[in-house]
């Protein structure tokens, strides 16, 4: 593979990566009609396109309504209220491990995590509704370190879905960034 | 006639009031137990006729025989006798005002099949009426050997009762709640007959314009008119907000009783002797809270008699008095409610914590050696921490504190022990209390705004030089001939170097008896705020109380004046010439400020942040920094701009200056490197981590060159 002249100047890692995406899209059912769908919402970090599942989705606010709380961890951004509720926000970019970066934020998403609580993560632009193939989903899951598993949508694209669960230990343990 | 649908839902309203019927008449058997002189005691047996007579007849009315019988018994035990009650007769009454509670409960569950006979019970209370009046007290120490005394084992504790949901409301609260709602249809009908004489308005302009002269009077008339509308609601406003307070607070006393009743059973269980007393149980706090609490505290009230006091003889041996003295003391600081529990017994033994922390596999031999006594005392709310070696029927193993720490911290709270050899233990749990507001001074520094509550604060003024005195490292100000530690507020924040200038503003205030001096920019008027816990999130952060929402939805952080006090006393005033590994960073975007300083404080870098161009210049005028990286776009002064007025800067030329973009041109970088910059990145650049290594290299440039 690595003499393959297409694949000059990629890490070993991402080279294999590439690989078993273009082996999902070959494997995409014809039939789209027949595929039981994933409801999710999308948004751009960068270069990437992430997806929050629909169902954890509570909002979106303006970021500018983000108050910072000095000595809060980096990763913090601030304290907001969303629906008379004050919740916690969280730079995602800082959550993920800074894997890219495009504009800078402007909208907050709040989310319900997986043990109840509501917190807010910025975002680069409003999400959008996108359908992801329910077997995509079920086949993938996150790397040992990750937050979200690459999926591929008709497009065909490729979309990280991120995992709720992990997304609330990351929110509970502090982000990679923070622990530099 | 009552239909038996009617006759079960009177019987269920009825367990609210007959238990604060049991309540009431439980406080005044504990009161003759031990009366303070003759007169408290005579008054105590009154009330306790009176309560006992309201139960008396309400459970006959509803047809609870089994409660009329016991209630009439009590009665009739204490009517017309006199001094105090012994120990053993006041086991019986409380047992049998238990069992009235949880008979009527049962009976408004239609449960009460399944109660045991009331018979045994009804028969121990008339074996105490043929003995002599309870009164006499040598004849009453003839009857404890009789069934007055209860059964082998501990004095029943009082369980922890269910969670009542429902609250019981004076008839004053609803009539004030009727006012309040009366007036706001007042003021409803008022904003309608103003709509009306618009719409008169309205529709004679449609047949004759106004003129400009018209027009204007007649906006002056609405803005009046919506002016008065807006003082009005806001009137009603307060008067729905006292209304609801009234409703939803409880003077802390009302736990106190059941706290009393705690320490007497418990101190009965283990032969131990215990006087409970109280401070502040007038203050009100949010009666869910109380709820919460009642579990925890009489968890710490059986602890604190069971592990803490020491029998009696061994106090004796001591030097103590016999009786061991059991302190509960509450304080509302602002919308923050500390309550303490404490004992004069032996305190927490260090050695026994040690060794169970090894035995336990918490810790190992050298880790536990090496802990503060704090952390040493902080490991008894671990799960399961306990230094007894046997189970005690009272505490168990210790299992509770846990408990209490884990219901505290659910509550937004924190717990806290302190514990002297030989002279007692304190615990303290310190737990925001939701309801109603508290006055509080915000305070400006750089580009942040928190606010102080205003207990806490003695006096405002303007920073006077002369008054400021400089020791080695720190800064002190004389206030009314007391030297008094001083700090920037923007630097213990972090958010700025920590400078005093002459024209800031110095507020001097206290946290118990530690004074304490803070340099702010601005103090605004103060506000009556209502302070919410911090998210769970950032709950750990001990700077601050809570969250209060200012007008207009906007988040005021509540400093903690305990945290303040501690931080100013224990912060070193670092000196402005230092500048070693000091950035600033400069971006309108509060994600991009946020990743700068955690990649730069990462790297070892000390990190301020300014949010716009005319901040950033602010902080440079404040202090030198060792480098200064901005966003190429920002509203106001861009990059471009603030790189040449840094430049401009007395010791600026020399500052390293970073443009960050999130656009990739070309142009931009040479504009930037030529408006002064030492070097470009893009966000992109940023974000693989070249940032540290930019500055750093930047840094050494201007080093090189020099």
Same mark, same amino acid.
């Given at each position: 593979?690595?003499?393959?002249?297409?694949?000059?100047?990629? $890490?070993?890692?991402?080279?294999?990566?590439?690989?078993?995406?273009?082996?999902?899209?070959?494997?995409?059912? $014809?039939?789209?009609?027949?595929?039981?769908?994933?409801?999710? +919402?999308?948004?751009?970090?960068?270069?990437?396109?992430?997806?929050?599942?629909?169902? +954890?989705?509570?909002?979106?606010?303006?970021?500018?309504?983000? $108050?910072?709380?000095?000595?809060?961890?980096?990763?913090?951004?601030?304290?907001?209220?969303?629906?008379?509720?004050?919740?916690?926000?969280?730079?995602?970019?800082?959550?993920?491990?800074?894997?890219?970066?495009?504009?800078?934020?402007?909208?907050?998403?709040?989310?319900?995590?997986?043990?109840?609580? $509501?917190?807010?993560?910025?975002?680069?632009?409003?999400?959008?509704?996108?359908?992801?193939?329910?077997?995509?989903?079920?086949?993938?899951?996150?790397?040992?370190?990750?937050?979200?598993?690459?999926?591929?949508?008709?497009?065909?694209?490729?979309?990280?879905?991120?995992?709720?669960?992990?997304?609330?230990?990351?929110?509970?343990?502090?982000?990679?960034?923070?622990?530099? | 006639?009552?239909?038996?649908?009617?006759?079960?839902?009177?019987?269920?309203?009825?367990?609210?009031?007959?238990?604060?019927?049991?309540?009431?008449?439980?406080?005044?058997?504990?009161?003759?137990?031990?009366?303070?002189?003759?007169?408290?005691?005579?008054?105590?047996?009154?009330?306790?006729?009176?309560?006992?007579?309201?139960?008396?007849?309400?459970?006959?009315?509803? /047809?609870?025989?089994?409660?009329?019988?016991?209630?009439?018994?009590?009665?009739?035990?204490?009517?017309?006798?006199?001094?105090?009650?012994?120990?053993?007769?006041?086991?019986?009454?409380?047992?049998?005002?238990?069992?009235?509670?949880?008979?009527?409960?049962?009976?408004?569950?239609?449960?009460?099949?399944? &109660?045991?006979?009331?018979?045994?019970?009804?028969?121990?209370?008339?074996?105490? &009426?043929?003995?002599?009046?309870?009164?006499?007290?040598?004849?009453?120490?003839?009857?404890?050997?009789?069934?007055?005394?209860?059964?082998?084992?501990?004095?029943?504790?009082?369980?922890?009762?269910?969670?009542?949901?429902?609250?019981?409301?004076?008839?004053?609260?609803?009539?004030?709640?009727?006012?309040?709602?009366?007036?706001?249809?007042?003021?409803?009908?008022?904003?309608?007959?103003?709509?009306?004489?618009?719409?008169?308005?309205?529709?004679?302009?449609?047949?004759?314009?106004?003129?400009?002269?018209?027009?204007?009077?007649?906006?002056?008339?609405?803005?009046?008119?919506?002016?008065?509308?807006?003082?009005?609601?806001?009137?009603?406003?307060?008067?729905?907000?006292?209304?609801?307070?009234?409703?939803?607070?409880?003077?802390?006393?009302?736990?106190?009783?059941?706290?009393?009743?705690?320490?007497?059973?418990?101190?009965?269980?283990?032969? @131990?002797?215990?006087?409970?007393?109280?401070?502040?149980?007038?203050?009100?706090?949010?009666?869910? &809270?109380?709820?919460?609490?009642?579990?925890?505290?009489?968890?710490?009230?059986?602890?604190?008699?069971?592990?803490?006091?020491?029998?009696?003889?061994?106090?004796?041996?001591?030097?103590?008095?016999?009786?061991?003295?059991?302190?509960?003391?509450?304080?509302?600081?602002?919308?923050? !409610?500390?309550?303490?529990?404490?004992?004069?017994?032996?305190? !927490?033994?260090?050695?026994?914590?040690?060794?169970?922390?090894?035995?336990?596999?918490? !810790?190992?031999?050298?880790?536990?050696?090496?802990?503060?006594?704090?952390?040493?005392?902080?490991?008894?709310?671990?799960?399961?921490?306990?230094?007894? @070696?046997?189970?005690?029927?009272?505490?168990?193993?210790?299992?509770?504190?846990?408990?209490?720490?884990?219901?505290?911290?659910?509550?937004?709270?924190?717990?806290?022990? @302190?514990?002297?050899?030989?002279?007692?233990?304190?615990?303290?749990?310190?737990?925001?209390?939701?309801?109603?507001?508290?006055?509080?001074?915000?305070?400006?520094?750089?580009?942040?705004?928190?606010?102080?509550?205003?207990?806490?604060?003695?006096?405002?003024?303007?920073?006077?030089?002369?008054?400021?005195?400089?020791?080695?490292?720190?800064?002190?100000?004389?206030?009314?001939?007391?030297?008094?530690?001083?700090?920037?507020? /923007?630097?213990?924040?972090?958010?700025?170097?920590?400078?005093?200038?002459?024209?800031?503003?110095?507020?001097?205030?206290?946290?118990?008896?530690?004074?304490?001096?803070?340099?702010?920019?601005?103090?605004?008027?103060?506000?009556?705020?209502?302070?919410?816990?911090?998210?769970?999130?950032?709950?750990?952060?001990?700077?601050?109380?809570?969250?209060?929402?200012?007008?207009?939805?906007?988040?005021?952080?509540?400093?903690?004046?305990?945290?303040?006090?501690?931080?100013?006393?224990?912060?070193?005033?670092?000196?402005?010439?230092?500048?070693?590994?000091?950035?600033?960073?400069?971006?309108?975007?509060?994600?991009?400020?946020?990743?700068?300083?955690?990649?730069?404080?990462?790297?070892?870098?000390?990190?301020?942040?300014?949010?716009?161009?005319?901040?950033?210049?602010?902080?440079?005028?404040?202090?030198?920094?060792?480098?200064?990286?901005?966003?190429?776009?920002?509203?106001?002064?861009?990059?471009?701009?603030?790189?040449?007025?840094?430049?401009?800067?007395?010791?600026?030329?020399?500052?390293?200056?970073?443009?960050?973009?999130?656009?990739?041109?070309?142009?931009?970088?040479?504009?930037?490197?030529?408006?002064?910059?030492?070097?470009?990145?893009?966000?992109?650049?940023?974000?693989?981590?070249?940032?540290?290594?930019?500055?750093?290299?930047?840094?050494?440039?201007?080093?090189?060159?020099?």
């Amino acid at each position: 593979m690595t003499d393959d002249p297409g694949w000059d100047g990629l $890490t070993a890692e991402d080279a294999l990566l590439l690989s078993m995406r273009a082996e999902r899209l070959r494997a995409l059912p $014809t039939s789209q009609e027949a595929e039981v769908q994933f409801w999710a +919402a999308e948004f751009p970090i960068g270069q990437e396109t992430f997806a929050l599942p629909l169902a +954890a989705l509570r909002g979106c606010a303006p970021l500018r309504l983000v $108050t910072p709380l000095p000595l809060a961890p980096p990763h913090v951004l601030g304290v907001a209220r969303f629906q008379g509720e004050i919740v916690t926000a969280f730079s995602l970019t800082m959550l993920l491990g800074a894997r890219s970066w495009g504009a800078d934020p402007f909208v907050l998403v709040v989310v319900r995590l997986s043990g109840g609580q $509501t917190v807010a993560l910025d975002c680069e632009q409003v999400p959008v509704q996108v359908e992801i193939p329910r077997s995509e989903v079920d086949r993938q899951a996150p790397g040992p370190h990750d937050l979200s598993a690459p999926v591929v949508v008709p497009g065909p694209r490729v979309i990280h879905l991120i995992d709720v669960e992990r997304l609330t230990r990351r929110v509970q343990e502090g982000s990679g960034a923070d622990r530099g | 006639m009552p239909t038996e649908a009617d006759l079960q839902r009177l019987v269920s309203n009825f367990a609210s009031e007959a238990k604060a019927l049991c309540e009431k008449a439980a406080r005044e058997v504990l009161a003759l137990e031990r009366p303070e002189h003759a007169a408290a005691a005579r008054r105590a047996r009154d009330d306790l006729v009176r309560h006992l007579h309201t139960l008396k007849g309400s459970a006959a009315t509803l /047809g609870l025989t089994d409660v009329k019988e016991i209630a009439h018994r009590l009665e009739a035990l204490v009517e017309g006798g006199e001094g105090p009650l012994d120990a053993g007769a006041v086991d019986l009454f409380l047992r049998a005002l238990d069992s009235s509670l949880v008979r009527v409960r049962a009976h408004a569950s239609g449960d009460a099949a399944a &109660l045991p006979p009331v018979e045994p019970l009804l028969e121990s209370l008339d074996q105490l &009426l043929s003995t002599p009046a309870p009164g006499d007290a040598d004849a009453a120490a003839e009857v404890t050997p009789t069934p007055a005394r209860p059964p082998a084992g501990p004095a029943p504790a009082p369980a922890v009762e269910p969670e009542d949901e429902s609250w019981r409301v004076s008839h004053g609260h609803v009539a004030s709640l009727s006012g309040v709602s009366d007036r706001l249809r007042e003021l409803r009908l008022r904003v309608i007959d103003r709509r009306r004489e618009a719409r008169v308005q309205l529709e004679a302009m449609e047949v004759r314009p106004p003129s400009v002269v018209e027009v204007r009077a007649l906006l002056e008339r609405v803005e009046s008119v919506l002016t008065t509308v807006a003082d009005d609601a806001e009137v009603v406003a307060g008067d729905l907000d006292d209304a609801l307070k009234s409703i939803s607070t409880l003077p802390i006393s009302t736990a106190l009783e059941t706290l009393q009743r705690a320490a007497r059973d418990a101190a009965r269980a283990t032969g @131990k002797e215990a006087q409970l007393s109280a401070v502040g149980g007038e203050l009100m706090v949010d009666r869910r &809270l109380l709820d919460e609490l009642r579990g925890p505290l009489i968890h710490l009230v059986r602890n604190a008699v069971d592990h803490g006091l020491e029998p009696p003889h061994a106090r004796e041996r001591a030097g103590k008095a016999r009786v061991g003295a059991l302190v509960i003391r509450a304080e509302l600081r602002g919308n923050q !409610l500390t309550l303490e529990v404490g004992d004069d017994g032996g305190g !927490l033994d260090h050695r026994a914590i040690r060794a169970t922390a090894v035995q336990r596999g918490l !810790l190992g031999a050298a880790e536990v050696e090496a802990l503060s006594p704090e952390t040493l005392e902080q490991l008894i709310f671990r799960p399961g921490f306990s230094t007894r @070696k046997d189970a005690s029927d009272l505490s168990g193993r210790g299992v509770g504190l846990d408990v209490v720490a884990t219901q505290v911290r659910r509550l937004g709270g924190t717990v806290a022990v @302190k514990s002297v050899a030989g002279q007692g233990t304190q615990i303290r749990l310190v737990l925001p209390s939701r309801t109603g507001s508290a006055p509080v001074l915000p305070l400006a520094v750089g580009d942040a705004l928190v606010g102080l509550p205003v207990v806490s604060v003695e006096t405002v003024s303007r920073v006077q030089p002369r008054h400021v005195h400089r020791t080695a490292r720190a800064l002190h100000v004389e206030v009314e001939g007391q030297m008094v530690p001083l700090q920037d507020l /923007g630097g213990l924040l972090k958010v700025r170097h920590p400078v005093v200038l002459e024209e800031q503003t110095l507020v001097v205030a206290r946290h118990l008896s530690t004074r304490f001096a803070l340099v702010v920019d601005e103090v605004r008027e103060h506000q009556d705020l209502s302070i919410r816990v911090l998210p769970e999130e950032v709950r750990s952060l001990a700077a601050y109380q809570g969250l209060a929402v200012l007008a207009g939805g906007a988040l005021l952080p509540v400093l903690e004046p305990a945290w303040v006090a501690a931080a100013v006393a224990g912060r070193e005033m670092a000196m402005p010439e230092a500048g070693e590994g000091r950035a600033l960073v400069v971006d309108d975007s509060l994600t991009a400020r946020a990743f700068h300083r955690a990649i730069l404080e990462a790297a070892g870098y000390q990190v301020h942040l300014a949010a716009s161009g005319a901040q950033a210049l602010e902080h440079l005028r404040r202090a030198r920094y060792d480098a200064v990286i901005c966003d190429l776009a920002m509203a106001e002064m861009d990059g471009l701009q603030l790189t040449r007025a840094v430049r401009e800067l007395h010791g600026g030329a020399t500052v390293p200056v970073l443009v960050v973009s999130a656009h990739e041109e070309e142009a931009a970088r040479a504009r930037a490197l030529q408006a002064g910059a030492d070097a470009f990145l893009t966000k992109r650049e940023c974000a693989t981590g070249r940032l540290p290594a930019e500055v750093a290299a930047a840094i050494a440039r201007r080093r090189g060159a020099a």
